[in-house]
Each structure stands twice: as structure tokens, then as C-alpha cells.
């Protein structure tokens, strides 16, 4: 079941993420997703589809403190190449 979910940030992955997440998880990052302040979705290993391709989460979302945090994302979670 799809759910669209408004105002995801979708930036390449930093050439350190990559790295990284290759050497810990044997798992290439490609995109890395920042997600709105307030959503509630469970992002871990689950399916997610942008720029007309189908990608695949990975790892524990990366969260902050949302009062702390001044613009409108809080969580950043990293994604794969899914096919």
C-alpha cells in the first residue's frame, strides 16, 4: 500500500555516508531522505518510490529532538538502489 508523504527532502548521499554505510553494512547508500517534522512512519527497511524508481531504506533512521531542531525536518534515513 502506498502512502504519500509531503515535504521529503531528497539529497545524494555525502561520499562518507557511502563509504561508511559500504564498509559497515556492505550496503551502498545512494540517497539519503530527510523527513518532516511530525511524521510518524515507520522507515526502517521499507520500500520507497521518487524520481520514477523504486529504492529501499536501510538502517535505523538518524533522529533529533524536534524543538531543538530549527527548520522543518528532524530525521534523515538513507536509501538504495531497489530493483
Wanted: glycine fraction near 4%; aromatic fraction near 10%.
Amino acid at each position: 500500500m502506498e502512502i504519500p508523504v509531503d515535504n521529503v527532502l531528497i539529497a545524494p548521499s555525502s561520499t562518507e555516508d557511502i563509504t561508511n554505510q559500504l564498509n559497515l553494512t556492505g550496503r551502498k547508500a545512494v540517497y539519503t531522505l530527510a523527513i518532516p517534522k511530525g511524521d510518524s512512519h515507520d522507515w526502517q527497511n521499507r520500500t520507497v518510490k521518487f524520481f520514477n524508481e523504486t529504492w529501499r531504506t536501510f538502517g535505523i533512521p538518524q533522529e533529533g529532538i524536534e524543538a531543538m531542531i530549527p527548520l522543518e525536518w528532524h530525521k534523515k534515513v538513507m536509501c538504495e538502489r531497489y530493483e
